[in-house]
């Protein structure tokens, strides 16, 4: 089944505690994305990887790194969380060129930092 | 700067009521992507339609329409005779359109409506 897996679906960690969220692909997508969703906020990129070693910021990149080491793989890496940073997170991803069914979203991850 | 507007926070309807959910766009690039997408209670994105800007004409999908009027930058949506299982955050989004040169894979949402149907 295609599909993009995150991994927790839930996390609650202290200020300060280095985390990962990872996120894979098994759709051989060149595009992939990180996006939080904040209440009355909507969904904002946080980053994108337009293809393997290529990331860049999104529009709310601040206390949030990134790697694309493989094509299916595209962590989310908190060195020193926040409580502001407390949110669900979506990675996503997508063919370059984009896909006639939208982007491919993961099923969420929903963090509380305390 | 390319947005998307949803006005509407919250909407409450009765089942088998219709309600249309609006979404206003901004944006320079003649050519773009505009989608929906609904995401119920349980939190997942539920991808429900994907409209190119070269394509005007409306789409009817069951009980579920989308008018896409590009002289008003509006993409809104109509769900007809409601359920308690439409209940649910619906998203309007924006992309450029990757066919078209230089432009990345990048949505941009708006910060959606919540639809409750009550029984």
């Known amino acids: 089944e295609a599909q993009v897996t995150q991994n927790p679906r839930y996390l609650i960690t202290v200020t300060g505690k280095k985390l990962t969220v990872t996120c894979s692909q098994n759709m051989n997508h060149e595009y992939m994305s990180w996006y939080r969703q904040d209440p009355g906020l909507g969904l904002r990129q946080i980053y994108y990887s337009m293809n393997v070693e290529v990331t860049d910021k999104g529009d709310v990149p601040e206390g949030y790194k990134v790697s694309r080491k493989e094509k299916r793989n595209f962590p989310l890496i908190l060195e020193s969380p926040s409580p502001n940073q407390t949110s669900l997170y979506f990675c996503a991803s997508s063919p370059r060129g984009g896909s006639l069914n939208g982007y491919t979203f993961g099923s969420g991850t929903r963090l509380t930092v305390v | 700067a390319q947005k998307v507007t949803q006005a509407q926070t919250e909407i409450s309807v009765v089942e088998k009521e219709d309600v249309t959910l609006d979404c206003v766009y901004e944006?320079?690039?003649?050519?773009?992507?505009l989608f929906w997408y609904k995401q119920p209670p349980s939190g997942e994105l539920v991808f429900l339609i994907r409209?190119?800007?070269?394509?005007?004409q409306n789409e009817i999908s069951g009980r579920y329409s989308w008018n896409f009027q590009k002289s008003t930058s509006s993409f809104n949506f109509t769900i007809t005779a409601s359920q308690v299982v439409d209940s649910a955050v619906y998203f309007c989004?924006?992309?450029?359109?990757?066919?078209?040169?230089?432009?990345?894979?990048?949505?941009?949402f708006g910060t959606g409506t919540l639809l409750a149907v009550q029984p």
């Open positions: 944006t320079r690039d003649t050519t773009y992507y």
């Open positions: 989004a924006l992309s450029q359109n990757p066919d078209y040169g230089g432009a990345t894979n990048k949505l941009i």
């Open positions: 409209r190119n800007s070269f394509d005007e």
